[in-house]
């Protein structure tokens, strides 16, 4: 039997825990539907000294002293302060290194992958979590090998999955690994999990920081979006600004995290982006409306960005169409 250690970390995602338990549960359940063992022992364990029930018939341990497991799960943490959630959970960082020196796999998923980088065991390993995630932990983690397109990665016994529902692909990945593919087919079916997903980009948004204290950053992120359709070129759309360029491409960098021209691209694609999701606009319209004047190009930068071409992006989510396919559902299946 696998031993399979949930940590609880403190600030965690309800629905994070509630999605691993349902999944690894309902494999035992398939095992034993069949008069099989379960193929996993399933313990919760807590930073703190508490032990008990929780989450109805799961087993919490405290960390300290716990058994050898073969593979820990970390799950995402809640909407708020990452760095707050980091620092609250220092006391996991020594429990998760003496348990992967002893052949423990160790998987996060989505932003939990925070807590694998902050204690280093990330570093010079691929690794990837939710995409909006991305930058922040490129930047406070730089010896992380950040695959941010990727769904799932795998390197050396370590696993970290994307955001939301990139956590069930994982689970997947892991159930395949340890219980063979007719168990991992069965359980997709049950939870209709498309396994054909190989990136998570499209689900990114730009959201760059607006709060970092650097005036003249802010100066020239509010120039950029306020003239990003004109399609000039970035040294036009900054060159009032009272500094250098070279300077105020480093001050730009360390603030954000991109340079001038990566905010340029990104803050155009995302407002193609959100031309294709909620206009009729052609294509051809959505470029010009962007600030690009080139299709080929801006097919090539949209996708590139997304991971997906324009007109992919619009069918997959374009609201009108997408409610137009659900009347359409509706129809066909009776319901008014």
Known sequence: MIQLGLLITHKHRLLSVAAILDVFESVNNFCESEGAPPFFNITLFSPENQSG?????????????????????????????????????????????????????????????????????????QATTHIDSAQALASNFPDVIMKSDAVVTEDRGIYTSGGATSSFHLMLYLI???????????????FAIDMDREQQTYFGTFTPPQNHGDGLVNMAQQKIEKAYQEGSTIETLIQDIPASRRNVVRRFKQ???????????????EAAKKL???????????????????????????????????????DKFNIARLESGARLDRRMSGVA
């Open 53 to 125: 029930q929780f989450y109805g018939a799961y087993n919490m341990e405290p960390i300290a002293g716990a058994p050898k497991q073969d593979l820990i799960l970390v799950p995402a943490f809640g909407a708020g302060d990452l760095k707050s959630s980091l620092a609250i959970n220092q006391m996991c960082i020594p429990w998760l290194h003496e348990q992967y020196k002893q052949g423990t796999e160790l998987a996060s998923f989505c932003t939990g992958a925070f807590l694998l980088a902050a204690a280093g065991l990330l570093n010079g390993r």
């Open 255 to 269: 603030a954000i995290g991109v340079t001038p021209i990566e905010y340029l691209q990104r803050t155009r694609i």
């Open 276 to 314: 294709l999701a909620q206009t009729d606009q052609s294509v051809l319209e959505v470029m010009l409306n962007s600030g690009y004047n080139d299709l080929k190009s801006f097919r090539q930068l949209f996708k590139k960005s997304t991971g997906v071409t324009p007109k992919e992006y619009r």
């Open 176 to 190: 395949q690994r340890f219980c063979g593919k007719e168990i991992t087919l069965r359980t997709a079916k049950m």
